[in-house]
């Protein structure tokens, strides 16, 4: 069967008028996936005879390597010492990208320097390019292609074009295998940024790009220079959509035009957006399965931070400003991140929070800790972990006592009189479900309704169960005062604790540290089904730093193993604990972190199965 189309001369005008713009090439190098940003970074000034005689027939795109010689004779052996360098710091460079080197030199005077690197060159087939500042006589007549370009680059590998001479980043192509991420990223030129638009072949899941790690060099105004982030998406990113975690409203909405406060400082301090991360609906609870793959929220996050051997925080509330991101409670919303280094945590942190922690301006550490729901003795593996941990901390931190805590107990003898006699589980019974869906509802809900039914006559969006049914309960099972007096309720209570529990100290910040155990290898299966979601009443150990407005802190201390029932074999799982202090003391956390690493209490969890 054949179709014939036929074109009328308005339809062929409108074809002509059509708006072709290049979005980068995928390429494969050594075997390995790249994509060639479609942004030029600069232009080399190089004859067509240079360039072609650098390529591989049929293929534009040339891999390049900028290498800075300081040296002031560049051998064979500088060559492969900073080829080797390259290797092992750098994931994205590999061998395939000397095919064509541009060697700049950034040491002493051209009439100096030596490029004896015939043996090299001839090891990897390169051909050589050189600013002709650089030429000299010796360099010239070993025939090295002389050349310049129009902006200089930083080192690391590139995508050079056979026809042009333009410069482009490379980024190399990883598959999202977990599962992770809504979207890949890459930013534009006008400082937004764009879908990435590439895919690993075979690999049936989403491509991440991440840029050479080579490009980057951290100094005091951007101490995260070339650190990959995923942002969740309930953030901003100016050229993107935001999804909530809901398809209908990505579709509704266009893409952003601003960046969230919070995110814009990652990015000033130099940290590179690799991706929008999943998040379940509307950032409420859920417990992912396979038919309901997204990563697990609760606890947003501590949770993730527990269960993945990761260093996170829920800071002290109001360390910055929340404009541009999706609201769930304003009385409750906060903005942390999640790492492996609790360096790069700390770090990060100084920029998220500005001005907001401070560290190393106290005295001390606190001396007095304060355990809740910790064992008296061992009787698994993981709780051999944690108990280890806890004494090891108190001998770092000379501790002068260390005592339980039974919150429901200590409330009851020291009951605040707005509570009138209730006990704290009644008290605080439905303070977090009345605050997450009423702010909510109120601030996101109505209107997203009302945008959706005017463009779609009049219908309702899809919603998850999660989200809906804390909505309707919202609206249905509790007064519309019923707000007020949950902020009522958290504020009576962040009182109390703030004067009976973990009280401020001059000399320490806080006067005593919290711990709680956050993650004891416990797995929890995706091909499992649960109960229908609910409503989140009640009140535990988690919820204190929501209510408090403290900060809770996630260590990953350990590892344990459990009989997996997928591999029917022993596997292992993080053991984490929580730290909890006075309200603004964050930064006196993130330092001991660093403290307690230094002492090799804490160490840098690996990524993989095994954790350490």
Request: with cysteine; hydrophobic share 40%; net charge negative.
């Amino acid at each position: 069967m054949r179709f014939i189309f036929v074109a009328s001369a308005l339809n062929l005008a409108s074809i002509a008028s059509a708006v072709v713009s290049s979005s980068g090439q995928t390429v494969v190098v050594n075997g390995i996936s790249y994509y060639a940003s479609p942004d030029p970074v600069s232009i080399i000034d190089a004859t067509a005879d240079m360039l072609s005689s650098s390529s591989t027939s049929g293929v534009d795109l040339i891999p390049l390597t900028v290498m800075a010689d300081t040296s002031s004779s560049f051998t064979t052996s500088v060559f492969r010492t900073l080829v080797g360098n390259y290797t092992a710091s750098d994931d994205v460079f590999n061998t395939g990208f000397l095919q064509a080197i541009y060697l700049n030199h950034v040491g002493s005077g051209p009439a100096t320097v030596k490029y004896p690197l015939g043996a090299a060159l001839t090891e990897y087939g390169t051909k050589l390019f050189m600013p002709a500042r650089a030429y000299t006589s010796s360099v010239e007549s070993q025939g090295y292609s002389f050349t310049g370009w129009r902006t200089e680059v930083a080192p690391g590998p590139y995508f050079m074009s056979a026809l042009t001479g333009e410069l482009f980043q490379a980024y190399r192509l990883y598959s999202d295998i977990q599962g992770a991420f809504t979207d890949g990223l890459i930013p534009s030129l006008n400082g937004d940024y764009s879908i990435l638009s590439a895919a690993v072949p075979g690999a049936q899941s989403l491509t991440i790009g991440v840029p050479s790690r080579l490009y980057y060099t951290k100094t005091a105004a951007q101490p995260l220079a070339g650190v990959r982030v995923g942002v969740k998406d309930i953030f901003d990113i100016a050229g993107v959509k935001s999804s909530l975690g809901n398809r209908a409203y990505y579709e509704l909405y266009p893409a952003r035009t601003v960046t969230a406060s919070s995110v814009q400082r990652l990015i000033d301090a130099g940290a590179v957006i690799i991706g929008k991360m999943k998040t379940s609906q509307f950032a409420n609870g859920e417990t992912a399965t396979d038919d309901w793959p997204w990563i697990r929220h609760w606890g947003s996050i501590r949770n993730p931070s527990q269960v993945n051997g990761c260093f996170g925080n829920r800071p002290s509330h109001g360390l910055v400003p929340l404009d541009g991101v999706m609201p769930l409670s304003p009385a409750l919303d906060t903005a942390g991140f999640l790492t492996r280094d609790p360096l790069l945590w700390h770090a990060a942190a100084k920029v998220l929070y500005s001005t907001n922690i401070t560290s190393s301006n106290y005295k001390t550490f606190p001396k007095k800790i304060i355990t809740s729901g910790f064992p008296t003795t061992a009787t698994t593996e993981a709780q051999t972990v944690l108990l280890a941990f806890l004494s090891k901390l108190e001998t770092f931190l000379g501790s002068t006592s260390t005592t339980a805590l039974n919150i429901p107990s200590l409330w009851a003898s020291t009951t605040p009189a707005a509570a009138n006699g209730d006990g704290i589980n009644d008290y605080l019974n439905i303070v977090y479900p009345v605050l997450i869906s009423q702010q909510q509802y109120s601030l996101l809900t109505l209107p997203f309704y009302a945008d959706y039914a005017a463009a779609n006559s009049g219908k309702r969006p899809f919603i998850d169960p999660s989200p809906l049914i804390r909505w309707t309960w919202g609206q249905t099972n509790v007064s519309a005062s019923a707000t007020d007096e949950a902020i009522t309720n958290k504020t009576v209570f962040m009182e109390w604790w703030q004067e009976n529990v973990v009280l401020p100290s001059n000399e320490s910040c806080s006067e005593s540290i919290l711990l709680y155990p956050g993650s004891l290898a416990s797995p929890t299966y995706r091909n499992v089904y649960r109960s229908a979601p609910g409503v989140p009443t009640g009140f535990s150990i988690s919820r204190v730093s929501n209510f408090a407005e403290v900060p809770d802190m996630v260590f990953p201390i350990g590892q344990a193993s459990y009989q997996s029932t997928i591999t029917l074999q022993s596997e292992m799982l993080p053991v984490a604990v929580d730290i909890m202090v006075a309200k603004g003391c964050d930064g006196m956390v993130f330092d001991l972190a660093e403290k307690l690493l230094a002492a090799g209490i804490l160490g840098v969890p690996k990524t993989g199965s095994l954790t350490f």
